[in-house]
């Protein structure tokens, strides 16, 4: 079983950074894919951006490419959302998923963190 932590959620002003971080625990983490999600109020949930264990393979969704960028750091079992040039249709909760021995999450991924709150002001 893997269980999925995230942070760094908040409230900021149109144009402004954050970054989340999602940490993972309870198993080995070899060949874990991990990525981010998002849903606002009244809407589906969205993907945002996945990452492979070797980082080989990463996915950014078109509405965030160029403004975000996904990263990992495998000896602290954590993956980062950097979150630059916000606007406030970045407006979600924001959610870590993870899945074993694939090229990117899906929404059938097998591991979901709480969620973290976004909330960008204009």
């Known amino acids: 079983q893997v269980q999925l932590v995230e942070s760094g959620g908040g409230l900021v002003q149109a144009g402004g950074s954050l970054r989340l971080s999602c940490a993972a625990s309870?198993?080995?983490?070899?060949?874990?894919?991990m990525g981010w999600f998002r849903q606002a109020p009244g809407k589906e949930r969205e993907f945002v951006a996945s990452i492979s264990w070797s980082s080989s393979n990463t996915y950014i969704a078109d509405s965030v490419k160029g403004r975000f960028t996904i990263s990992r750091d495998n000896a602290k079992n954590t993956v980062y959302l950097q979150m630059n040039s916000l606007k406030p249709e970045d407006t979600a909760v924001y959610y870590c998923a993870a899945k074993f021995r694939v090229v990117a999450v899906t929404t059938d991924s097998d591991y979901w963190g709480q969620g973290t709150q976004v909330t960008v002001s204009s």
């Open positions: 309870g198993r080995t983490f070899s060949g874990l894919t």
